[in-house]
């Protein structure tokens, strides 16, 4: 592991443009847990149903209502309660040092949760939303929530009268326009990709990976197991995150001359 650990460090450290996207396996360290795998949340109260957003844009007051009234999913709950209390644990702020010394450039994340941005990163792109934001479905305008959480159906836009909702993206929801070209210049600039944690399953935000792959770039990937990214990935390292990014934090800041 450490010869791996130090092969990455040599490659950041000659890199011109890193970017680390990362998943589920990022979170699950600070006790979110996945929705996949045998710890995962569809795993325990099955998959639920993959058009969420259509049933918000017919009703949004209902969908707010049946929030308020707890008429909602189990694993919404669970997840809900998990995101409340969830604190960035030591890989966020190795990341974070990271990207504050110009090792890495962005970091795109798949996740909701924001510790990214807690633990103190700043290019922080949330492909699929932010739990603690509100969002216009039409102009894209955003709201910090805080930590308040409403319940019922916000006023529209105060810019344009659009239906507001959570940041977070639903089933069947399009990735807001401005994240995913966010996204893509990212990826189009970047020259090594370290991917943690993903299962790379998720479209259009595993497309990337594969984009960023005829564009040239480097892929590491580090996970707990092999994945469909793993046969296009330059590097796989079998590792969490946590234990990642502190040792790579600790190798490249123990030795200046990668």
């Known amino acids: 592991m450490k010869k791996k650990i130090n092969q990455v460090a040599k490659l950041l450290f000659e890199s011109n443009y890193a970017v680390v996207m990362t ?13 996949r795998g045998t710890t995962g949340i569809w795993t ?8 969420s957003f259509s049933d918000f844009k017919k009703n949004p007051t209902k969908w707010w209502d049946d929030r308020r009234n707890l008429t909602i999913d189990k694993h919404i709950m669970e997840l809900r309660e998990s995101l409340k209390n969830a604190k960035p644990h030591l890989g966020h702020y190795s990341l974070c040092k990271l990207e504050k010394n110009k090792y890495i450039k962005s970091i795109i994340t798949q996740n909701i949760d924001g510790l990214d941005l807690m633990a103190g990163s700043k290019n922080v792109i949330e492909i699929h939303g932010n739990r603690k934001r509100l969002r216009c479905l039409s102009c894209n305008k955003r709201i910090n929530l805080g930590e308040y959480l409403p319940v019922y159906a916000p006023e529209p836009c105060e810019i344009c009268g659009g ?22 210049q990212e990826i189009d600039k970047s020259d090594l990709i370290i991917a943690v944690g993903t299962s790379a399953t998720v479209r259009p935000a595993s ?18 197991e092999k994945t469909k990214l793993t ?20 190798e490249l800041f123990a030795n200046s001359n990668h």
């Open 23 to 35: 998943g589920a396996g990022m979170s699950v360290e600070s006790g979110i847990p996945p929705f």
């Open 44 to 51: 325990k109260y099955g998959q639920p149903k993959m058009d």
């Open 207 to 224: 497309g990337l990976f594969w984009i960023a792959k005829s564009q040239g770039t480097q892929i590491i990937e580090v996970n707990i």
């Open 231 to 250: 046969t296009i990935s330059d590097f796989f390292i079998s590792s969490k995150a946590k234990s990642f990014f502190v040792d790579l934090e600790n």
């Open 163 to 184: 239906t507001v909702k959570f940041d977070t993206v639903l089933f069947g929801e399009p990735i807001p326009k401005d994240i995913m070209e966010k996204s893509r």
